[in-house]
């Protein structure tokens, strides 16, 4: 079992920047592919990135690609998420995940963590 704690969201300005953590524990979480979602207030959760295991590998939405970069440090159990050039339209709560395998769909992720919100001012 892996409990995940996000950290790191707050009220930025746009085109602004942050980065957003994510804690693991146990001693797998380098085992599982790492995803991060968002959920806007009325909308669906998104999903917004995924990495590999040793993370070699990396996918993006395509409303982020270009401006966020995922990343983990396995040694440190913690999963990133760099924001760069914010928009209004990226103003959710942020969530990151765990899932066995590669996917973009939220129902493939075992474990979540409680979000963290973002909000991009104009």
């Known amino acids: 079992q892996v409990q995940l704690v996000e950290s790191g969201g707050g009220l930025v300005q746009v085109g602004g920047s942050l980065r957003l953590s994510c804690a693991a524990s146990?001693?797998?979480?380098?085992?599982?592919?790492m995803g991060w979602f968002r959920q806007a207030p009325g909308k669906e959760r998104e999903f917004v990135a995924t990495?590999?295991?040793?993370?070699?590998?990396?996918y993006y939405a395509d409303a982020v690609k270009g401006r966020f970069t995922i990343s983990r440090d396995n040694a440190k159990n913690t999963l990133y998420l760099q924001m760069n050039s914010l928009k209004p339209e990226d103003t959710a709560v942020y969530y990151c995940?765990?899932?066995?395998?590669?996917?973009?769909?939220?129902?493939?992720?075992?474990?979540w963590g409680q979000g963290t919100q973002v909000t991009v001012s104009s």
């Open positions: 995940a765990a899932a066995g395998g590669s996917s973009r769909y939220p129902k493939d992720y075992d474990y």
């Open positions: 990495i590999s295991w040793g993370g070699a590998s990396t």
């Open positions: 146990g001693r797998t979480f380098r085992m599982y592919y």
